[in-house]
């Protein structure tokens, strides 16, 4: 099948950049959406052009690495699928799409569909850990944690950090990324010491980086390839009220 | 040359601890004076540089990717093994010691391995303590399974995210340490050459992936933790990026490169679709636990797999090894499927492919369990083929998946150049010629948790080290080295993609010196390599220029670097006159075709050392001595 692919073209994140007309003919329904254009990319070379710079690894979704708007939506039409393991079969000879970068002010672009997401370490080192140095450990089963803990702690703790859901937000919150982070590691015994620190910390972080607040649209949990629910914002709202008490009981 | 593995000899339950006393200690107050590089922060590299910050030590962490949370420890599925014996169903240190050197088809170092058995029941409590959510039983306890040929349950994991889980688990320690500023994180940073000065590594010289500048980092160690180089083969499971630049590059800067030709096929990994697949990917081993492999017992048999009746299919794994059946080792699974496919008896559009059946575990269990216990990956499944494995069985068909040859080290992790270490995949030390499934994630957390941190004290210890000048000259060469072969990618100019290069010597690879290997495959493989890699010099096409993001010329860098490799790797297995492991040599089998060792003459580390490229690398040889676990010829039957 042939498609029309208009794809966001920017040198680096001082140029202004546009969208560009593309044609990828020969387009196999069972390839991935970054095989055909890889297929795209390989024609462009043969020409002398340059290739259309995206960030990928590992292609089996759950490196985090890929990741860019399909025609508005983050990850493109599939629910609950990155753009690695979105497959051509789920679109339409002659079909028209638009590719273009996350788009956030915390997610400057780097070239063409590439950004820089690194204010997401900054939200981690901020506070989105347990201090458990190497060699303090006591045995793993000293502290039992319920399935149901444990159960609910994965669900939030498979966030894979793409940031589709700060790209497809009207307010380019990161409030599902943080709060994927808290839930995880407050729904665990071992992360109770430092639970309304964390929350602290990581709210002021991401003020700092400039991403918005959450007014409970729930786009982030529409495009999330890993289906973390907004339960999880609600939890971390839960901690930051409680962690403000906490601080003015002081 | 001599190799010193600085093994401890004598008892092998205490040679760790008393070896660890042996070692010199850095005092508190003095680690703050040490600057240590970290190149690669996965399982093995993040361990290392939050565990050396915490101890004290100045650290400085680099990685290609744009976070250190994408390294592709991340895509691990299947679990972690550790000798809790949680299960009370005869699990031991030394059975898990026992069986990885047995395994590793006795190609490994003894005093590695049990430390690394001991060290595997630390690792559990660290990550449990880091917050790793472990699958827990109703109870609270920590939840085990037997997983890739184990007779007992000692793997632990997180549905079938455990490498995720075990790498956050390690990204935010060691993001704890970047917000405390005691590492600082170089993302997107690329290491393109090693500094050596008076015979030992000082530094790196790094490409900074965005603005393209080149620049030196200096330090007190090295300390590499870049992971296998699979992606040789160009097909693989391993990420798009994974690389051998890092440890290629020390290779030429005088580390040995030991048992290269030690590369491990994964049995399980969704077949080939197209040629312009860009990479294989895996389905866990664990899902051998429940789904029967077979193929249709007469050749050429192009029913769909549900009007093939009962008595018409080979189970073939639980044929000729009843008592492991679909459970044997990744080398034995992975050699059967490739000969049922030769025999004309493979099933899809290709016919490189078996059948994974789960009909009768959803029959025995219902599928609401199978859904559970594997639901993800089954959604993966449908995801990439579109076919529902619920009601046909999955094709798989084997795939390169790791590499256990890497940097030649000692028992401290460290490699013949002082002050470079190598950990994790990187290194060769301690799964010999095969690795167990749920190994790795053990092996690269023990090396940067657990050992690194203890031994890296001792070398800082013992050598006085001035400050290095960043105008040093050869601080200056290698850098200027690095422009020059930046240069030469780019100025080449020619008509060719370095994918379609890159495609062409993985296509070498994978026919003659993949799954199985004949001399005179191999010494195909060796004319072939080095005429294409003449030509990719001259015929190779990188658009752009090198003072910007350029995801071509970065690619065109590493796969100048798979040419050398492939050779080497093709050269070992050229001299390796025996079947072991993961290398397999159609002149050296058994009668009923199994693997067939040869310890009077091969029971030895091949360690290569760099002299030119095109050139005959020099073989050193640091003999095996086992005292505990006697060569046994290695039987699933």
């Known amino acids: ?250 | 040359m001599d190799l010193i593995s600085k093994a401890p000899t004598g008892p092998i339950e205490t040679r760790w601890d008393r070896h660890r006393f042996s070692l010199k200690l850095v005092n508190p107050a003095n680690k703050r004076k040490h600057t240590i590089l970290v190149v690669g922060s996965g399982l093995a590299g993040a361990s290392a540089a939050a565990s050396l910050a915490e101890l004290g030590y100045q650290v400085q962490c680099f990685c290609f990717q744009d976070s250190p949370r994408r390294a592709h420890s991340i895509a691990a599925q299947g679990g972690i093994n550790a000798a809790k014996n949680y299960h009370n169903d005869g699990d031991s240190i030394y059975r898990l010691f026992y069986d990885t050197v047995k395994g590793g088809d006795f190609r490994s170092r003894e005093s590695n391995v049990y430390r690394l058995a001991q060290i595997s029941v630390a690792i559990i409590d660290q990550c449990v303590a880091q917050g790793v959510p472990f699958a827990r039983e109703y109870s609270g306890y920590l939840d085990n399974r037997s997983f890739g040929g184990a007779q007992v349950s000692r793997t632990f994991y997180a549905r079938g995210q455990t490498g995720q889980q075990l790498l956050l688990g390690a990204y935010q320690a060691l993001e704890r340490q970047v917000g405390a500023g005691a590492v600082a994180m170089f993302p997107r940073t690329e290491m393109l050459d090693l500094i050596v000065i008076d015979g030992k590594a000082r530094g790196i010289v790094a490409r900074n992936l965005i603005t393209g500048k080149i620049a030196s980092h200096l330090g007190d160690a090295v300390v590499l933790g870049t992971g296998g180089y699979g992606n040789v083969y160009y097909l693989s499971t391993n990420a798009k990026g994974s690389n051998a630049t890092a440890i290629w590059r020390a290779h030429k800067r005088g580390a040995l490169f030991a048992n290269p030709c030690f590369t491990q096929i994964h049995p399980t990994c969704i077949p080939v679709s197209g040629h312009y697949q860009s990479k294989l990917t895996l389905m866990s081993e664990s899902l051998r636990n429940d789904g029967r492999v077979w193929v249709p017992l007469h050749k050429g048999d192009r029913r769909p797999p549900s009007k093939i009746p009962d008595d018409e299919r080979d189970y073939y794994l639980e044929r000729r090894y009843p008592s492991f059946g679909n459970l044997v080792p990744r080398d034995v699974a992975s050699r059967n499927a490739k000969a049922v496919c030769d025999e004309g008896r493979g099933v899809g559009e290709t016919s490189l492919a078996v059948y994974l059946d789960f009909r009768d575990a959803i029959a025995r269990l219902g599928p609401h369990v199978i859904h559970e216990r594997y639901g993800n990956l089954f959604d993966m499944y449908q995801r990439i083929t579109g076919e529902d494995p619920y009601s046909v069985p999955m094709r798989i068909y084997p795939a390169i998946h790791y590499t256990m040859g890497g940097l030649w080290v000692d028992y401290n992790l460290m490699s013949n150049v002082p002050g470079l270490y190598v950990i994790g995949e990187a290194n060769f030390s301690d799964h010999g010629a095969n690795r167990l499934g749920a190994s790795a994630l053990m092996q690269g957390l023990a090396d940067g948790y657990f050992v690194l941190p203890n031994t890296i004290g001792d070398y800082l210890a013992a050598n006085p080290l001035e400050p290095v000048d960043r105008n040093n000259a050869a601080v200056r060469d290698a850098e200027a080295g690095v422009a020059r072969f930046t240069r030469r990618l780019l100025e080449a100019n020619g008509t060719r993609s370095v994918d379609s290069f890159h495609r062409e010597l993985g296509q070498i690879m994978w026919d003659y010196c993949g799954m199985s290997r004949t001399a005179g495959s191999l010494e195909r493989a060796l004319s072939k390599i080095p005429e294409l890699r003449d030509e990719y010099w001259r015929d190779v096409r990188v658009v752009g220029s090198g003072e910007e993001l350029n995801q071509s010329l970065e690619k065109a860098g590493r796969v100048a670097d798979f040419f050398e490799l492939a050779e080497l790797i093709s050269t070992d297995a050229l001299q390796r006159n025996e079947s072991c492991g993961g290398h397999f040599r159609e002149e050296y089998q058994t009668p009923d075709g199994e693997a067939a060792r040869d310890d009077e003459n091969y029971s030895y580390v091949a360690a290569w050392e760099f002299r030119g490229v095109g050139q005959m690398s020099e073989l050193h040889k640091e003999p095996l001595v086992f005292d505990y676990v006697h060569p046994t010829y290695r039987s699933y039957k």
């Open chain 1, 1 to 250: 099948m042939r498609l029309l692919l208009h794809i966001w073209r920017q040198r680096n994140a001082q140029e202004k950049g546009r969208t560009i007309r593309y044609l990828a003919a020969d387009v196999n329904p069972d390839m991935s959406f970054l095989e055909m254009l890889d297929v795209l990319n390989e024609s462009l070379i043969a020409k002398g052009e340059e290739p259309v710079a995206f960030d990928h690894d590992c292609r089996e979704g759950i490196c985090g690495t890929c990741g860019f708007m399909i025609n508005g939506v983050a990850h493109g039409p599939l629910r609950g699928t990155t753009l690695c393991q979105l497959h051509m079969r789920h679109f339409h000879d002659g079909e028209e799409l638009y590719l273009e970068p996350w788009r956030a002010r915390a997610f400057p672009v780097v070239r063409d569909l590439v950004v820089d997401r690194s204010a997401f370490d900054r939200l981690i080192s901020a506070g989105g850990f347990i201090s458990a140095s190497t060699g303090s450990a006591p045995d793993g089963n000293a502290i039992l944690v319920p399935k149901e803990n444990a159960e609910q702690a994965m669900d939030a703790a498979a966030c894979i950090g793409c940031g589709a859901c700060v790209a497809m937000c009207p307010n380019a919150s990161a409030s599902l990324f943080m709060g994927a982070k808290i839930s995880h590691l407050g729904l665990l015994p071992q992360g109770q010491p430092e639970r309304l620190e964390r929350v602290l910390a990581m709210v002021a972080q991401s003020n700092e980086e400039r991403f918005g607040g959450c007014t409970n649209i729930g786009e982030c949990e529409a495009v999330c390839p890993k289906q973390i629910k907004l339960d999880v914002i609600a939890r971390m709202h839960r901690d930051f009220l409680r962690a403000g008490w906490r601080r003015r009981a002081f």
